[in-house]
């Protein structure tokens, strides 16, 4: 599984760490939520895009656990 973030940096950022946290492990609803954490782990947000983190980390877990259809 690939996950790449737009509109967070210039170019599509592509969530390596958080690619990992799925290739390791079965996907359940507490796994989307650490890849959803890791996809952002190495972020630093310009003095006014801080508010984007925690929308970045609810709309990548929201993606992982519609593919498990919950």
Do not use: F, H, Q, W
Request: aromatic share 2%.
């Amino acid at each position: 599984m690939r996950i790449a973030l737009g509109g967070v940096s210039p170019m599509p950022y592509p969530a390596v760490k958080a690619e990992k946290i799925l290739m390791e492990k079965r996907l359940t609803e507490a796994v989307a939520e650490k890849a959803a954490e890791m996809s952002t782990i190495d972020a630093v947000p310009l003095s006014e895009n801080g508010y984007k983190i925690p929308i970045v980390k609810a709309l990548v877990k929201r993606a992982l656990l519609s593919l498990k259809g919950e």
